[in-house]
């Protein structure tokens, strides 16, 4: 059985992009959200999820982009080396605020994948033990089309795949539990409705996590300190297509949430 968890990554991030993620659920294929607890529209997010319970809501655990955090993923690891940042505390302190406003997550992840960083996974581990949240995101793609992805993004890709089996050692030590697949990692904001209908019917047998980033691009996302803003129409216009909906359908995949694995 393949089996196809659509996680949108940046709910709560500005209200476009809220729009766009509940858009790609109701309209289209999504089925999950991560929720950035630092994220502007926050409050905003979690109305959206108490109206959509369908709706799996994560954790987006976040280190780096806006301040108080390094603003880039080199600043994040000198920090991280020089202790300058409680990531435990930080991150606890995140999946807290999305505790307090009444939803109950079922997964985390983190932005920019953060959690590849040794550190940074010991602590997202101990927080989905410590407050019951099963499943961590596992950031290896599996395969992706390869039409318009620059090779030093498939290179980057191929590259953190030697972390692989330590990374799930380290989840398997905390009885974290993750998808069997990934993909989403190389097309972020780059795949058209054609190639991820391709992708859907290449998906392997098992569990398979596809992370996505739409959104609405209107003047709130055109001012945030983010590279995906028209991309994330796109994604957004693919989610929702005729064509993506018939490959589910005729590829037999099954559409679900974490819930539901």
């Known amino acids: 059985m393949r089996r196809l968890v659509v996680n949108a990554d940046d709910f709560?991030?500005?209200?476009?992009?809220?729009?766009?993620?509940?858009?790609?659920?109701?309209?289209?294929?999504?089925?999950?959200?991560?929720?950035?607890?630092?994220?502007?529209?926050?409050?905003?997010?979690?109305?959206?999820?108490?109206?959509?319970?369908a709706l799996d809501i994560g954790v987006h655990l976040v280190l780096v982009g806006e301040p108080p955090f390094p603003r880039?993923?080199?600043?994040?690891?000198?920090?991280?080396?020089?202790?300058?940042?409680?990531?435990?505390?930080?991150?606890?302190?995140?999946?807290?605020?999305?505790?307090?406003?009444?939803?109950?997550?079922?997964?985390?992840?983190?932005h920019k994948h953060t959690h590849l960083l040794p550190p940074v996974l010991d602590a997202v581990a101990r927080i989905s033990a410590e407050c019951g949240i099963p499943w961590v995101r596992r950031p290896f793609d599996f395969w992706s089309p390869s039409e318009g992805v620059p090779w030093t993004t498939r290179g980057a890709s191929m590259a953190l795949g030697a972390l692989?089996?330590?990374?799930?050692?380290?989840?398997?030590?905390?009885?974290?539990?993750?998808?069997?697949?990934?993909t989403g990692f190389?097309?972020?904001?780059?795949?058209?409705?054609?190639?991820?209908?391709?992708?859907?019917?290449?998906?392997?047998?098992?569990?398979t996590e596809f992370m996505c980033h739409p959104g609405v691009c209107g003047n709130e996302l055109r001012a945030a300190r983010t590279r995906l803003k028209e991309s994330r129409q796109r994604e957004l216009?693919?989610?929702?297509?005729?064509?993506?909906?018939?490959?589910?359908?005729?590829?037999?995949?099954?559409?679900?949430?974490?819930?539901?694995?």
């Not at 858009?23 to 289209?28: F, K, N, P, Q």
């Not at 993923?73 to 080396?81: E, H, N, R, Y």
Request: charged share 20%; with cysteine.
């Open 72 to 110: 880039t993923l080199v600043q994040l690891i000198s920090a991280v080396a020089l202790r300058r940042i409680r990531i435990h505390d930080e991150l606890l302190s995140q999946v807290r605020r999305v505790l307090d406003a009444g939803l109950r997550p079922t997964h985390l992840d983190t």
């Open 237 to 261: 216009r693919a989610l929702t297509s005729p064509e993506v909906r018939a490959s589910i359908t005729e590829s037999g995949v099954q559409l679900v949430g974490y819930r539901e694995l």
């Open 164 to 182: 692989r089996s330590s990374f799930s050692r380290v989840l398997a030590q905390y009885a974290c539990r993750f998808t069997d697949h990934f």
């Open 12 to 53: 709560g991030f500005t209200h476009d992009v809220n729009q766009g993620i509940v858009e790609a659920h109701r309209e289209g294929i999504l089925t999950a959200a991560t929720l950035m607890a630092t994220g502007a529209a926050f409050d905003d997010a979690v109305r959206l999820a108490r109206e959509n319970p």
């Open 186 to 207: 190389q097309i972020t904001g780059r795949y058209t409705a054609a190639q991820l209908a391709r992708l859907i019917r290449a998906l392997p047998e098992g569990s």
